[in-house]
């Protein structure tokens, strides 16, 4: 059976922590999904065709990366790409606190699905997705946070 | 003197966590009121009505539980139902370091008046109200963290 | 039934946090027992009849507070002492993690027993037994973070 | 050269604790610029002239403490007023994980300037500008938790 | 290529959580390796021939887990073994932070393996070893909290 | 007045993160005593006269750094030396909270001494003198996690 993952998110914008996830785990998986949560009630600050575009050139070449958005549960989403993991990065504690509250919802909901977990290497372990929309918003350079070739001026 | 409890919280919605609390720390207290706190300036996903007669059918038959809604401080709302005590929670380090921040402003301002907590049971613990309220707008089925009997549907 | 108290520690020394601890905590109980638990295999740095003694003076006139040792499980002491309560004073999230996880194991062997945990006032919350220790090992004057007319040198 | 540091932070209110960082560092440095950062998207409490106002008041006849207002990135903002160090306040380990990241991404973007922090004293360290807002939305009075002379009424 | 992954650990003992992160991880990898570290300077609770056993008998009849053990660094005997992936579970923020920093500095020694996370299912979160080794020290029975068959008794 | 700052710590042994932490703060003081803390009950694992060495060599040349090693209380020493200031990196939540409560019992008993702190640089931030202990016992090479020119071969 072929090993599927997800790796949602909203991704506002892709980081390298994200792009370094993905590569780190690609080894794991015949097939990562980056797939975009969209919530209607929710405002994003790059435009979702952007935001899947900068993540598609990324990997572009690489036919086990796929990017997708969705609505509704990650679960759901996962059933339905036929994905038995999710895969999530892990920075702080504070992220630990909450994604272990979802992770093991979900584990309640759909038992099937494992969410797995990996750290970001240390030099990039500080980059943090808000922070780079605050530095953008004031007129900032966060170029050196996302991959080679995203352009985030707005 | 009558040993009153305060549970206050928003209980948006009430979970098998927050009636777990209930019923542990019942045999403690003679009377355990569950006060829903309403700020205008907040929105809620549920609407009071509903929040209050869910935690009213849970507990329904017994009287040492009371259900109320109160505006202002909780520290104001003891004094004016002669609670010695407020009884909370406590799921993550996250909640405790707000949680403390609260406790020792009130204590401050009401040197009578403890706040007590308590740590929920394992299968408990990862319940949490703001996913909750996710699961419903997503058209999930959240019914098993809700206390038998409640229905989520919008 | 008489509302008891067991709050169990090695009180190495007892600390002006604990004294608070139970004081804030006596007008809910019936009795309190300071329950010094003795390990083995453990090395106190404090003589257990100095930690006894400490204690007793402390609270020396007050009939509801009891001070005593056990070796076992704390769960078998208060099964023994016909307790159903378990106090603990919470001060860090490192804290929280341990006693969670002792809380939860003591809950699924005896879950007849509740424990219930209260932040340090803000004043104490910075007060540590173990540093405590470190002070006095280097000949500095630790008196102040302890209740009043203890001596701790050795 | 001048030692100069820049306290960035949106002081809404100045608290105590606040008033007790700037003390403590002052025989560190030239001059501490009480930097209160203005971002046109986000809502403010109290209004930006007072806030400056009882900074100013708190420090009057201290000349080695100006009081300013920005926007943009605080970074930017220190090389233009020459400010080599930025100081923060730590209270909990969240606030910890928060300004981790931003002390990292401003270290990466600009490595000329370092982040100090410094710990509250025990008896401020549960004063926190978001529960002075909710205790003064809810009637309560919250004197003093902020420095003497402030009238925080609206 | 084989995907051989290495849950290295004392499992002093082996409990139901470890047990669970086995069986969850299992259907991703075609071998894991539970490899039982062995420092000449620690003292181990119970002797490492019992808890070879107790894993060997839990595990008994599935050829993809295999039982080891080793001394030297974990990356070291990864290599040995030809090993990709080092899986560890993860209940609290106090681990995440430790395993961070040993995942990290292995990250930099050895670029070629990466570590993963999973993160215990509620019921067991609150599960560990060393307060097991606590309640059997003391006469109490752990029974519960280790896999079926496992007879702590010393 | 001439600005001196303690850096305590027992550097068993020194890493690139403590090196970083004094070149960072080197502008902004006269003078940083590197303080090696020596407790007779302690084991340590490289020789008090290797690691001194260790830190003169990664020094040398600068005559604002000194090296010097103690017992007694921080505080003593500092006062010895006319230091009023503490300086101490912070890397982990978990570090924050036994330095908070160790900074606050320092400050209740010399409120003439500040403690500083600083966090580690991203690439720096998971080097930990424990896990290099760790490392050097297994055989392992650590030498990318010390200054230049050391050799931790025992």
């Known amino acids: 059976m072929e090993k599927i993952a997800v790796f949602p998110g909203s991704f506002d914008p892709f980081t390298k922590g994200h792009e370094s996830i993905v590569r780190r785990l690609l080894p794991l998986f015949d097939k990562i ?27 572009k070449g690489d036919v086990r990366v796929s990017v997708d958005n969705f609505t509704g549960l ?26 272990k509250a979802i992770a ?24 943090n997705s808000t922070i780079i929309r605050d530095i953008v918003r004031n007129g900032g350079d966060a170029s050196r946070f996302v991959p080679e070739g995203i352009n985030l001026k707005l």
């Not at 990650?74 to 994604?99: P, Q, S, V, W």
Request: charged share 25%; aromatic share 12%; net charge negative.
């Open 33 to 59: 999904i980056v797939a975009i949560g969209v919530n209607s009630h929710k405002q994003y600050f790059f435009p979702l065709e952007k935001r899947k575009q900068w993540i598609e050139q990324t990997f």
């Open 74 to 99: 990650t679960i759901d989403y996962c059933h339905k790409m036929n994905a038995k993991y999710i895969i999530r990065g892990l920075r702080t504690t504070t992220d630990l606190e909450f994604e």
């Open 104 to 127: 093991q919802m979900n584990k309640s909901m759909a038992d099937d699905i494992e969410t797995l977990f990996i750290l970001p290497t240390p030099e990039l372990s500080a980059i």
